[in-house]
């Protein structure tokens, strides 16, 4: 569904990411993994269109997606829940779900309003509350309800447990584990391998701007020098 093909992106004249190559299958549940300050969300970025990359290929679906505008690679059925949430402060959790909700993938079951509240009953008991006033759980669970509000058909999540509570972080977890079910096809960054191994379907470690090691969570969990080599485990 998603295909990285050697992409180079640049801060003026830093360059991040050094031939970045990853795919993620319709379906599955795929991870970018790695240090801080590796490349992670600079890879997030230029799959969204808020970096442009110097070079490489980034398709969606089959399309060619590199150069188009961020808001059109969101029409297109991509999701972001973004590092740090972003949500509106000073919108109510209702006007934070409802602000950009669209379904421009054309889904015929749609996340509403309703689905979401359902989904997080968390948000329901919030739902005048503005996005500064909830706890940094429910501000989670706000960034991906608005992100399903867009209906996508790919949701990338940028460090969504990062901060949370053992707890919240499984109820996360769970919810996530609902919605591959549910046949949504999900790129997570995360730093919490042994809660995301079980949900998770490969893996992308990354390295200084490009990948070193692709494989399954078995692979993943049992490599201890694996993991202390790139992740600092
Ligand atoms: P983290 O988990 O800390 O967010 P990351 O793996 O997501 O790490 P990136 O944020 O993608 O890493 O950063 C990759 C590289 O790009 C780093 O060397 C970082 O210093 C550099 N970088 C990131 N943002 C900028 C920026 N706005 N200007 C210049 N360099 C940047």
Redesign the pocket.
């Known amino acids: 569904m998603l295909e990285l093909d050697q992409v180079e992106t640049c801060?003026?004249t830093?360059?991040?990411?050094f031939g970045m190559s990853l795919r993620c299958d319709e379906g599955q549940v795929t991870t970018l993994i790695?240090?801080?300050?590796?490349?992670?969300?600079?890879?997030?970025?230029s799959i969204m269109g808020t970096l442009l990359s110097r070079s490489g290929i980034i398709r969606f679906d089959g399309e060619v997606i590199t150069g188009k505008p961020a808001y059109q690679i969101a029409q297109l059925g991509i999701g972001l829940v973004p590092?740090g949430r972003q949500v509106f402060p000073n919108l109510s959790v209702r006007e934070n779900l409802i602000a950009t909700a669209a379904n421009y993938a054309g889904s015929d079951d749609p996340w509403t309003l309703e689905r979401v509240l359902e989904f997080f009953p968390r948000l329901s008991e919030r739902l005048d509350n503005q996005g500064n006033q909830l706890s940094g759980g429910e501000q989670q669970m706000l960034a991906i309800g608005r992100a399903l509000m867009l209906n996508p058909r790919l949701l990338i999540l940028?460090?969504a447990t990062e901060g949370l509570a053992p707890l919240i972080r499984q109820e996360i977890w769970r919810r996530l584990e609902q919605l591959k079910n549910s046949g949504l096809t999900i790129l997570l960054?995360d730093?919490n391998i042994d809660e995301f191994a079980a949900i998770a379907d490969r893996h992308f470690i990354?390295e200084?701007?490009q990948v070193v090691w692709q494989g399954n969570s078995d692979g993943l969990t049992a490599d201890a020098e694996l993991k202390a080599r790139y992740l600092g485990i």
């Open positions: 801060y003026g830093i360059q991040a990411l790695g240090r801080n300050g590796m490349g992670k969300t600079t890879t997030v970025s590092e940028d460090e960054i730093k990354v200084k701007g």
